[in-house]
């Protein structure tokens, strides 16, 4: 139902108004003073005010001006009601952002016509709205999920086909599903980097991606993951020999040779491809990926131009993590674990505005040992439920102490990893925290990955609501690298949107990492998102970041994490990026 609500201090108008709106089908609200009107607006967010000039409390101008502050009820279509025709409060409430003006006395005519030309125009706006969201949203999923000098898919768009194949994946003999997925890799390019200019080697990866392509089923994906590697998943194979069949086919559409340079010259290229299975092999494809790919590495080792199916023998296991797990269950006690920080910079005011935590580990023998290494470990054993309390703890205490030295209102963020963000007592343990460290939770921000998300949706999206209902900020972290789309994402109703490193590193030089930034940003933006770019290194890749007007970012270009003695000499010297003169 169309909600309206009536601001008017004359009773008899007030009522008067309500009973004509409700003849006529509205949900009607009324407040009889503009105070309560906006109050009501911003509770009710109607589609529509009604609202008188002369009030008491608050005037129909000062109202609207109001409305117009607040993001929820700016957009309400508006319309003035008074006895006055006066030419100057109609200008001045024009100039305030109303959308039209009736003069008391008008007809039910006037008044409903007044009213529904509004709605119109409400829904013309929001239609123009979801519609250029869609597109950009198309747009910004095409270039994320393609590569652009060959059209395949890459390595994102693989996972979902694979989901998708899993749920529908043929039976073998015995009925039982299987897709094959084939790691392929060109032999020797590097040489033909060096004699083929770079117009003819991508021409030359477009038509071998054509061959590829051709050895196929409908049905079946080719996708390019990088570096001259490609993946196949075989969603038509009913037998293992059918993977063997296509590699063949690879190996032979690779004897004739492939014509570069405006056919001037012949290239023989050859490929070494490495196959697994699942689900004999495993279960999911990032590890049917590395297995493929350490078949592949086997055939690569032989002189490569083969194929090989994956067998145990090749899974690398090194005994390492093992020895890394033990030590890490006693690295708390031993105060082997060190909370490190790296700024966030405003790319408005080049201010520091907030820090992440990011866990160090300095292992008594091993030395410095990087979380990308012990973070999965404790994952994978559920050690990171201990170490990331304490990592919080670490973090909102330590802000706390920069809050009170540094006088500032810098914001902390802290990685959560999915086994803490599915702890039931999640919340109990975080309000236990700010009540232990005294910061306040406005300034933790919890930063969540996608796969978080996507794991447990219906959940996830309750997890969220009550974390927010806490007043923690909300930000997913190294997105692009998940699966999902923004709009899909944006359900979740996160605040803030970290574009991951990959798309930053070569921003300047790859035109399709600036347009995904570009697109992200925009995207962003339209639904009411912060966006934060990672790993800034150069200063091209930050005045792209300006021009795109991302709002913040971190990286080495201001500073890399560092402990906290050495961030609150940042804070102390009030460190600043420099702004750049076009800015
Ligand atoms: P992340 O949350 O995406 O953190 C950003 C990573 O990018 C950090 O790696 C940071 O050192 C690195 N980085 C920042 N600026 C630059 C740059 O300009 N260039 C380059 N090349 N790298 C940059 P780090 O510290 O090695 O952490 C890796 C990942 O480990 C983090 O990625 C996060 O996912 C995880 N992690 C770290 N600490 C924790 C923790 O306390 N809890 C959980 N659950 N995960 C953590
Ligand atoms: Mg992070
Ligand atoms: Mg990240």
């Given at each position: ?8 201090d004359e009773e008899f108008v ?441 794991q447990n949706p219906n959940l ?124």
């Amino acid at each position: 139902m169309t909600k309206i609500l009536v601001i008017e201090d004359e009773e008899f108008v007030r009522e008067n108004l309500i009973d004509l709106l409700d003849a006529e089908e509205f949900e009607t609200f009324s407040a009889d003073n503009g105070k309560d009107g906006v109050a009501i607006a911003t509770q009710e967010v109607p589609d529509l005010i009604l609202c008188d000039v002369m009030m008491p409390e608050l005037d129909g101008f000062g109202t609207l001006e109001r409305l117009r502050q607040n993001s929820a009820t700016e957009t309400i279509p508006f319309i003035f009601l008074t006895a006055k025709a006066a030419k100057i409060d109609f200008r001045q409430g024009m100039e305030l952002g109303a959308d039209d003006y009736l003069t008391k006395p008008f007809t039910r005519a006037e008044l409903l016509g007044a009213i529904s030309a509004q709605l119109q125009k409400k829904a013309r706006v929001q239609a123009k709205y979801e519609s250029d969201l869609a597109q950009a949203e198309a747009k910004l999923d095409y270039l994320m999920h393609h590569d652009p000098v060959t059209g395949l898919t890459n390595r994102l768009s693989l996972r979902d086909r694979f989901t998708k194949i899993r749920e529908t994946a043929p039976l073998d003999a015995e009925n039982k599903p299987i897709i094959p997925v084939l790691y392929l890799s060109l032999d020797r390019f590097e040489r033909l980097q060096k004699s083929l200019s770079h117009t003819h080697q991508s021409t030359l990866l477009q038509e071998f991606a054509k061959r590829l392509t051709a050895c196929i089923q409908e049905g079946d994906t080719v996708a390019y993951l990088s570096d001259r590697e490609f993946a196949i998943l075989l969603a038509t194979a009913t037998q293992r020999q059918d993977a063997l069949r296509v590699a063949q086919a690879i190996g032979k559409e690779l004897d004739r040779p492939f014509l570069v340079s405006d056919s001037q010259t012949e290239v023989f290229l050859s490929a070494s491809i490495g196959i697994s299975l699942y689900p004999q092999n495993a279960e999911d494809i990032d590890t049917l990926l590395s297995q493929a790919n350490a078949a592949r590495e086997y055939v690569v080792a032989k002189g490569g131009n083969g194929y090989h199916l994956y067998t145990v023998s090749l899974q690398v296991t090194t005994g390492d993590d093992l020895s890394l797990e033990s030590h890490l269950r006693r690295a708390i006690e031993r105060n082997e674990l060190q909370a490190y920080y790296q700024p966030r910079i405003d790319l408005k005011t080049g201010e520091i505005v907030g820090t992440e935590a990011l866990a160090r580990w300095i292992h008594p023998e091993k030395g410095f040992i990087s979380p990308g290494k012990f973070i999965p470990i404790a994952e994978e054993t559920g050690l990171i439920v201990p170490i990331g309390e304490w990592m919080l703890k670490t973090a909102c205490a330590q802000a706390h102490q920069w809050h009170q030295q540094y006088n500032k209102p810098l914001v902390m963020a802290v990685n959560l990893s999915s086994r803490q963000f599915m702890l039931p007592d999640l919340c109990q343990r975080l309000v236990r925290i700010f009540s232990e460290t005294q910061l306040s939770s406005r300034y933790l921000e919890l930063e969540l990955t996608e796969s978080v998300l996507v794991q447990n949706p219906n959940l996830a999206r309750q997890n969220i609501i009550a974390l927010k209902n806490l007043g923690i900020t909300i930000a997913i972290d190294d997105f692009g690298t998940g699966y999902s789309s923004l709009n899909y994402l944006h359900s979740f109703n996160f605040d803030i949107l970290k574009i991951d490193r990959c798309f930053v590193s070569d921003l300047t030089e790859n035109p399709q990492n600036a347009a995904i930034v570009k697109a992200i940003v925009e995207m962003s933006h339209s639904l009411g998102l912060t966006t934060i770019a990672e790993g800034v290194e150069t200063e091209s890749e930050l005045s792209c970041l300006q021009e795109y007007t991302c709002d913040q970012m971190q990286g080495y270009l201001f500073s890399p994490p560092v402990n906290a003695e050495a961030f609150g000499e940042l804070l102390a010297q009030d460190k600043r990026l420099p702004m750049l003169a076009s800015v």
